[in-house]
């Protein structure tokens, strides 16, 4: 008879230790946030949403059985630094969940931030990239950053920029000083992917300022690679 309460007493055991790891594995599993503009999205050379540096990371996750939720709602092409700090500031209804932007950043463990290349890169076509513009851009930059810090506790991860036809070497090098200084300052995690134009192989279009999927597949592993 004693056997057999203690046995019990295991099973009992087992099924607690079972169900209390079960409530930690659920509720470890992430929820990521992407925020961006075509380069976020992974806009092709052909003027479509190819695969990006965030859907391989939602990949990663999926496969390691860790992703809660993806959304990537607000990373479209020709998005703008302006464009979210006004959707922040008016908390506008998400189109992909039934929540406010600042309810799905503020439940992100991950957000990803990747705006500015195509912004830059209109300005330098209509002359109008020079010093003050550069300035102006950082001082919103380093703004979206403090909104974002404010509402989440998760990881915030800044995508950096890169040289192309349109956007020189000097002003890349500033944007990247001034925006690894700004992840420094509130604490986000700032990824430097200005070598990757070397490799002529992460394009399919040399005309193109846009990476392809090979490119954005070694975005997400250095993304990976930092958490």
């Not at 993806?70 to 998005?79: F, L, P, Q």
């Not at 439940?107 to 705006?115: E, H, L, S």
């Not at 300035?135 to 040289?163: N, R, V």
Request: negative net charge; proline residues 0%.
């Amino acid at each position: 008879m004693r056997r057999k309460y203690q046995l019990l007493l295991i099973i009992l055991t087992s099924v607690i230790i079972a169900y209390f790891i079960f409530i930690s594995n659920r509720e470890s599993k992430i929820n990521i946030v992407a925020l961006g503009d075509g380069i976020a999205s992974g806009e092709t050379s052909y003027n479509i949403d190819g695969i990006s540096y965030n859907d391989y990371l939602k990949e990663y996750f999926e496969s390691k059985r860790l992703l809660k939720n993806y959304n990537n709602s607000y990373a479209y092409e020709n998005y703008k630094i302006e464009n979210i700090i006004n959707d922040l500031n008016n908390n506008e209804k998400n189109p992909q969940d039934d929540l406010n932007i600042k309810q799905l950043v503020h439940q992100a463990d991950i957000v990803t931030v990747a705006f500015g290349e195509e912004e830059l890169v209109k300005m330098a076509l209509t002359n109008d990239l020079n010093e003050d513009a550069i300035k102006k851009f950082l001082s919103d930059y380093e703004k979206l950053i403090y909104m974002l810090k404010d509402i989440t506790e998760g990881k915030i991860i800044i995508i950096g920029f890169y040289e192309n036809v349109f956007l020189n070497a000097s002003n890349v090098i500033i944007l990247n000083s001034e925006i690894a200084n700004i992840a420094i300052k509130y604490d986000a995690i700032f990824i430097n992917i200005s070598d990757l134009v070397l490799n002529r192989d992460y394009y399919v279009d040399k005309k193109s300022y846009y990476f392809n999927y090979k490119a954005h597949e070694i975005i997400s592993d250095m993304i990976i690679n930092s958490l």
